[in-house]
C-alpha cells in the first residue's frame, strides 16, 4: 500500500498506525507562526472501535490499510463463523465473533451488510440500519389496546429482545432501526 | 464576507492613516528566502525574467527593514504571503498579513498599539499580558527556561499522544504551547504572551533577564487563536547573520534545503536600522474573529482548494 503522509490525512482514509488498521476521522493542523508544525488527528481504530487522538509531526507518514467496504449478502452461521456472500462474484466471506459482534442481534438471512474487509478478511460487519424481524416470544397482546400505552419486551428471531407496543402478538413481523435497537413499527404480513 | 473584508481594510488603513504611518508596498517575489527552519517559502523556478529562481515572501519583513534602514519612517504594508504546507483551519498556504515597524517603540509600546488596532477592529475583549515563563509557570507548574528537555517531553506525554515524536528543547515547548496553553487562552480575549527563549526569538534582540537569556519577542493570541507577532527589532547585523547560519546549519540538520542569505538585508543593517519594533498580523484571522467564523476559507473569496 503507499505511504501517506499528513498532508493527505482526509476523513475516511484507512491507514496503518501501530499495527492496527484504523480510519481518520478528523485532521487538524497545528503550527505557530514561528514554530514546529504538528498534525492532530482524531482516528478510530477499526478493530476495537476506540476513537483517540494523537499528534504527529507534520510530514509524517503512515502506511496505507488495505480496508474496503462491501455490500454483502447475509448467508448463514454454523456456530463458529458467520457467512457473507459478495453479490457480484459470489465469492463468499466468513466473519468470526469479533468482526461480528453486536450485528449478531440484526443478522437475518439474505440481508445486504456492509462488510469492511482488512487484507481481505472480514474485520467488522454493519447491519442494514432497518430489518425486519420476527417476533418469538412476548407476553400476549391486549385486546383492543391502541398505539398508546406501555411497552413489553419482545424477544426476536435473532435472539435480540427490544421494547414493543403491548398489542404486539407472537409471531409478528416487526421493523427495528438497528442504530438504536428501537422499535420502528409492525409490518403488515 | 466580502463586503466585511473590504471594511475591515479600510479600517486599518484608516487607523495607520491617522497615526501618520506610512502605507508602502515591496515586492512579493524575492531574490532571498527566509532561513527560518519551520517556515517553507514557495519558489518561482520558470519565467524568462529569472536569471535564478525567486522565493514568494514568506513575511514582507526583510524588505520593510531595508526601507527602515533607509528612511526611518513608521511604515505599515497590507501584503500577500505564502508559506508552503500550512493548510487547515487556520491556515491557507496564501493570506494576507499586515506587517508593521514603529521606530522609537520597544516591544511593551508596540503591543499597546497592537492591542488599540484590534480593539479598533473587532471590538473590546478583556487584555491580558503575561511573560511566556509566567504562562508556563501558571498553566503547566513548570519553568520553561530551566526544566530538562526530559521534563518537558514527560509533561507532554501525560496529557497528549504524541506517538513517536522525538525532538529537541524547542519541539517539546512548541508542543506544549500548541497543545495544552493555547487551549487554556480561550476564554481570556486578547492574551500578550512576552519574553520567548532565546531559541525562539527569530529576529528579535536577546537580553539577560533573571539570569536567564530571553528574547524580546511577543505573540498576541485572541480568543486563543495566534494572530500577531511582533519583536524588538535585532539591529545587529553581525548577530543577524550569525542566526542566519544558525538556521542553515539547523535546516541542513533536519535535511532541509539552504537558503541564501539576504545580502541586501544584511547590508542595510550594517547600514543602521533605527531602534524600532516591528510586528506581523494575519488579516484573514482578524477577519475571522470580527465575523465570528472558526474556519479560515469562509473568509477567502476563494481558497487555496479553489484559487
Keep these: 500500500m503507499a505511504n501517506y503522509s499528513t498532508n493527505d490525512f482526509r476523513s475516511g482514509l484507512k491507514v496503518i498506525l501501530d499495527g492496527e488498521p484504523c480510519s481518520i476521522l478528523e485532521n487538524e493542523f497545528v503550527k505557530p507562526g514561528k514554530g514546529q508544525a504538528f498534525n492532530r488527528v482524531r482516528l478510530r481504530n477499526l478493530k476495537t472501535g476506540r476513537v483517540w487522538e494523537r499528534t504527529f509531526r507534520s510530514g509524517e507518514t503512515l502506511e496505507g490499510a488495505d480496508v474496503v467496504d462491501r455490500t454483502m449478502e447475509y448467508l448463514y452461521t454454523d456456530g463458529e463463523f458467520w457467512y457473507f456472500m459478495e453479490p457480484d462474484t459470489f465469492e463468499q466471506h466468513q466473519a468470526d465473533e469479533k468482526a461480528v459482534a453486536d450485528a449478531l442481534n440484526w443478522l437475518k438471512e439474505q440481508d445486504p451488510c456492509e462488510v469492511t474487509l482488512y487484507n481481505g478478511v472480514p474485520l467488522s460487519v454493519a447491519p442494514p440500519n432497518f430489518v425486519e424481524l420476527e417476533v418469538v416470544e412476548t407476553d400476549p397482546g391486549l385486546k383492543g389496546d391502541t398505539a398508546q400505552g406501555g411497552t413489553k419486551p419482545a424477544k426476536l428471531s435473532t435472539g435480540a429482545v427490544v421494547k414493543v407496543p403491548l398489542f404486539i402478538n407472537q409471531g409478528e413481523i416487526i421493523r427495528v432501526d438497528t442504530r438504536s435497537g428501537e422499535y420502528q413499527n409492525r409490518v403488515s404480513k | ?307
Design chain 2, 1 to 307: 464576507m466580502l463586503r466585511a473584508r473590504a471594511a475591515l481594510l479600510a479600517r486599518i488603513r484608516a487607523f495607520f492613516a491617522s497615526r501618520d504611518i506610512l502605507e508602502v508596498e515591496t515586492p512579493l517575489l524575492c531574490g532571498a528566502g527566509i532561513t527560518d527552519p519551520s517556515i517553507e517559502p514557495l519558489v518561482v523556478e520558470r519565467g524568462s525574467s529569472l536569471k535564478r529562481p525567486r522565493y514568494l515572501q514568506t513575511s514582507p519583513e526583510y524588505a520593510m527593514k531595508r526601507l527602515l534602514a533607509c528612511h526611518g519612517l513608521p511604515i505599515f504594508q497590507l501584503a500577500r504571503a505564502f508559506r508552503d504546507g500550512e493548510a487547515g483551519a487556520r491556515h491557507n498556504p496564501e493570506f494576507t498579513l499586515l506587517e508593521w515597524y514603529r521606530p522609537g517603540f520597544d516591544h511593551h509600546a508596540l503591543m499597546a498599539e497592537v492591542a488599540e488596532l484590534v480593539r479598533c477592529c473587532i471590538g473590546e475583549r478583556p487584555l491580558h499580558s503575561y511573560t511566556y515563563r509566567q504562562l508556563f509557570l501558571d498553566i503547566l507548574g513548570m519553568d520553561p527556561f530551566t526544566a530538562t528537555v526530559d521534563e518537558l517531553q514527560a509533561v507532554a506525554r501525560t496529557h497528549v499522544d504524541t506517538g513517536t515524536i522525538s525532538g529537541d528543547r524547542d519541539l517539546w515547548l512548541d508542543l506544549l504551547m500548541s497543545h495544552l496553553i493555547e487551549p487554556q487562552l480561550a476564554e481570556r480575549g486578547m492574551c500578550f504572551v512576552y519574553d520567548y527563549p532565546a531559541s525562539q526569538a527569530a529576529l528579535a534582540r536577546i537580553e539577560n533577564i533573571d539570569g536567564v537569556a530571553v528574547g524580546h519577542r511577543f505573540e498576541l493570541y485572541v480568543d486563543g487563536m495566534e494572530l500577531a507577532n511582533g519583536y524588538f527589532e535585532l539591529l545587529d547585523a553581525a548577530e543577524q547573520r550569525e542566526r542566519f547560519e544558525q538556521d542553515n546549519l539547523r535546516r541542513r540538520e533536519l535535511g532541509l534545503p539552504e537558503r541564501p542569505l539576504d545580502g541586501r538585508l544584511l547590508a542595510a543593517l550594517e547600514h543602521g536600522l533605527p531602534e524600532c519594533s516591528g510586528v506581523a498580523l494575519g488579516v484573514d484571522r482578524l477577519l475571522m474573529l470580527s465575523t465570528g467564523v472558526a474556519d479560515i476559507r469562509e473568509v477567502l473569496a476563494f481558497d487555496w482548494a479553489r484559487a
